[in-house]
């Protein structure tokens, strides 16, 4: 298993961005090179974390000329420990403006260590029209490059690369969507009065879709900056995907409108990001633990599930918080004033006697054959496992089910240093956890032309670590077989519980892409199951 806290993280990237964290600046002299900073790892002095500095400008050398750059440092703190830094500046050249941001973050899952960089690069009009983006996400084994360019019809021309393939598509472009200089523009106008409100859409380069945004400035406080107590103006950021929960962010501004302090809870952890020295924020972090806090408490032990036939959970959201769990095949939903929810999961049993290919017209199902940049079941090495996981088998609950089996085996080396990694890089790794055996279940079921997707939610587990009885984050695959949807986990396959049972809560499907765990962000920590119902086969 695995959380995806780190989704919740970039978010406040894009929050930053939201209430125009930057100073008005004039526009610089044209940039024809990149600035690269080298994060040293040597531990600040105490006086730097107590007189933080949020903004210094550092020279950008290029062959041809150099110039300033206004660079800001913050420091990215979890349960009040640093566990990385994030880097952000802003260049007029022009016609363009060109915002970067970067990402360091270290977490330790199981004892294990993890560092994730996100780099983002966005390049708009002076006015805050977008043109385009690039983001390089390196999650460990995986590195994935996304780059959009937004068209003269309006329509968005993206390029995947990872595992050394490229895939290009073309998408619309979220009517009104706003990226980091639309978004500053739009905070400046506003402005800072008590009491405004507004709504805006927030494009996130490492989702490639909009988020919903409602924006809320409320009173001035006396905020601590690390040390140094200054008063700033409270502005709350509710960003969301309709059915998929949103992250509620406190972020703190000074009168120039630059951030200084945001606050955020996300999975059940309280996130911070800090404006301070640049000594600080590359310095050393804390070694933060995940695993053991990312998991809700079981009323009750959970034995035998492979004989369970359904089991009910009754759930009861926390104060403010607002639950969504998805009715599917396997589950169905009763919803409550006061938004408790009655959850029945009852797994589906594939029927014999259907064939594959798929040939049905269901656009869900059509839609989980493709080919996408975590799933890529168009290459050469996913479609060779697959013929081995399916031999000769025409039957279609037959083939999903040893495709299960065979990821379960595949997949030798069950371990959580993988940050996150595609089919293709499983196959060749053979290494992973939860979202590993899942992303190559569903690409192996698409390959041989059984529609799959890649399910996030929680799954429950007797003892991980130090956790006895509890849901924690998982994800896991199901195919469509005879116009049902049927659980596989080749994860909990491999460690001989059997695969998918009525111990799962499915939070949310796709193909395994980021923005798919966005339920799992925003439901984590925000609910308790008071009672647990079980019925035997």
């Known amino acids: 298993m695995k959380d995806k806290c780190l989704l919740g993280i970039c978010f406040l990237l894009v929050v930053i961005n939201v209430v125009g964290c930057r100073k008005k600046s004039t526009p610089s002299s044209p940039q024809s090179g990149e600035q690269t900073e080298v994060a040293t790892q040597a531990e600040p002095d105490k006086t730097v974390a107590e007189k933080p500095l949020p903004k210094e400008t550092v020279p950008a050398i290029d062959v041809a000329e150099a110039h300033e750059e206004e660079t800001e440092y913050f420091a990215v703190f979890m349960e009040g420990k640093k566990v990385g830094y994030a880097i952000q500046s802003r260049v007029v050249d022009g016609d363009k403006v060109t915002t970067s941001d970067e990402l360091s973050l270290t977490l330790n899952r199981a004892g294990i260590s993890l560092s994730v960089t996100v780099n983002t690069k966005i390049v708009e009009t002076p006015d805050g029209k977008p043109l385009g983006f690039e983001c390089i996400q390196d999650m460990g084994l995986m590195k994935v490059e996304v780059s959009g360019t937004i068209q003269p019809d309006g329509k968005l021309a993206l390029i995947n690369r990872s595992a050394g393939a490229e895939q290009k598509s073309i998408v619309e472009w979220p009517s009104g969507a706003l990226m980091a200089e639309g978004l500053r523009l739009l905070g400046e106008e506003k402005g800072l009065q008590e009491g405004t409100e507004y709504s805006c859409r927030v494009f996130d380069p490492t989702m490639t879709r909009a988020l919903d945004a409602k924006i809320s400035v409320g009173t001035k406080e006396q905020v601590d900056l690390l040390g140094r107590v200054v008063t700033l103006t409270e502005v709350t950021i509710r960003q969301g995907i309709p059915g998929m929960g949103e992250i509620t962010t406190r972020s703190y501004l000074d009168e120039d409108y630059s951030l200084q302090k945001s606050v955020s809870p996300v999975m059940g952890f309280t996130l911070e990001i800090v404006a301070c020295s640049k000594e600080f924020a590359l310095g050393k972090n804390d070694i933060v633990e995940l695993v053991d806090k990312m998991f809700i408490d079981s009323p009750v032990p959970l034995d035998d599930l492979g004989s369970t036939e359904s089991v009910v959970y009754h759930l009861d959201p926390l104060p403010e918080a607002k639950l969504t769990i998805p009715p599917n095949d396997n589950q169905q939903v009763q919803q409550f004033d006061?938004?408790?929810?009655?959850?029945?999961?009852?797994?589906?049993?594939?029927?014999?006697?259907?064939?594959?290919?798929?040939?049905?017209?269901?656009?869900?199902?059509?839609?989980?054959?493709?080919?996408?940049?975590?799933?890529?079941?168009?290459?050469?090495?996913?479609?060779?496992?697959?013929?081995?996981?399916?031999?000769?088998?025409?039957?279609?609950?037959?083939?999903v089910s040893k495709i299960e089996a065979f990821v379960a085996d595949y997949i030798d080396d069950k371990n959580l240093s993988v940050g996150y990694a595609s089919a293709v890089e499983v196959a060749e790794s053979r290494q992973g956890d939860c979202t590993e055996h899942a992303v190559l279940a569903a690409a192996l079921c698409r390959a041989v032309g059984i529609p799959a997707q890649v399910v996030s939610g929680l799954a429950y587990v007797d003892q991980w670590?130090?956790?006895?009885?509890?849901?924690?984050?998982?994800?896991?695959?199901?195919?469509?077989?005879?116009?049902?949807?049927?659980?596989?986990?080749?994860?909990?396959k491999g460690t001989g519980r059997g695969g998918y049972d009525a111990g799962h809560i499915a939070l949310a499907s796709g193909n395994g892409d980021p923005g798919d765990f966005f339920s799992l962000v925003t439901s984590m920590g925000q609910f308790e199951i008071d009672r647990i119902e079980v019925k035997k086969k």
């Open 338 to 399: 006061g938004g408790k929810l009655i959850l029945t999961v009852k797994p589906v049993v594939a029927p014999l006697g259907v064939t594959f290919p798929y040939r049905g017209d269901n656009e869900a199902a059509l839609k989980a054959l493709e080919p996408t940049p975590f799933v890529q079941s168009e290459q050469k090495v996913i479609i060779d496992l697959a013929r081995r996981a399916v031999g000769s088998t025409k039957d279609a609950a037959e083939a």
């Open 465 to 492: 670590g130090t956790v006895v009885n509890g849901f924690g984050g998982h994800a896991w695959t199901q195919a469509y077989v005879g116009e049902k949807w049927i659980g596989l986990d080749a994860a909990f």
